[in-house]
């Protein structure tokens, strides 16, 4: 059976679709964050990650166990503990029990940890403004888009 697309989803090529280019130049981004982090040996989701621990414990007081990070980047914190277990090897994080609470792992940069994060960034910021020019507007329809659906 010969499948009408334009009857079915309103489209005649996968192109015509935003969901459909939304997810390729997703993808796109991805591996473009990839490429350019490969020098600091990291990748898009080690820098999310690390990014996100240091926002969540942006001050001295402030701290943040795995679940927290898993929440505030709203990544399933199964992944999460495992891409934590790769940055501690690489001594970029340390992670320790939770004095209150055991089962919770407070996690934090290292010194090396930071620099590292200090160095890679500027380089993705040099690629956003590559890879997504001077529209502007993307950025609002994106939180448009994900405060409509969040």
Same mark, same amino acid.
């Given at each position: 059976?010969?499948?009408?697309?334009?009857?079915?989803?309103?489209?005649?090529?996968?192109?015509?679709?935003?969901?459909?280019?939304?997810?390729?130049?997703?993808?796109?981004?991805?591996?473009?964050?990839?490429?350019?982090?490969?020098?600091?040996?990291?990748?898009?989701?080690?820098?999310?990650?690390?990014?996100?621990?240091?926002?969540?414990?942006?001050?001295?007081?402030?701290?943040?166990?795995?679940?927290?990070?898993?929440?505030?980047?709203?990544?399933?914190?199964?992944?999460?503990?495992?891409?934590?277990?790769? &940055? *501690?090897? #690489?001594?970029?994080? $340390?992670?320790?029990?939770?004095?209150? @609470?055991?089962?919770?792992?407070?996690? +934090?940069?290292?010194?090396?940890?930071?620099?590292?994060?200090?160095?890679?960034?500027?380089?993705?910021?040099? &690629? *956003?403004? #590559?890879?997504?020019? $001077?529209?502007?507007?993307?950025?609002? @329809?994106?939180?448009?888009?994900?405060? +409509?659906?969040?």
């Amino acid at each position: 059976m010969k499948i009408d697309w334009k009857k079915l989803a309103g489209v005649e090529k996968p192109e015509e679709s935003r969901g459909f280019m939304l997810w390729k130049t997703s993808q796109l981004w991805q591996k473009e964050v990839n490429k350019t982090l490969q020098p600091f040996d990291l990748t898009m989701q080690q820098l999310l990650i690390l990014a996100g621990i240091g926002w969540l414990t942006r001050e001295d007081h402030l701290i943040a166990t795995q679940v927290d990070v898993a929440r505030f980047l709203e990544i399933d914190s199964m992944v999460v503990s495992q891409v934590l277990k790769r &940055l *501690e090897k #690489k001594a970029l994080v $340390e992670r320790d029990v939770h004095p209150l @609470d055991t089962r919770a792992k407070i996690v +934090r940069l290292t010194e090396f940890g930071t620099e590292t994060f200090i160095t890679a960034l500027p380089y993705v910021h040099l &690629l *956003e403004e #590559k890879f997504f020019g $001077e529209n502007r507007q993307l950025l609002a @329809d994106l939180h448009d888009m994900y405060g +409509r659906y969040k």
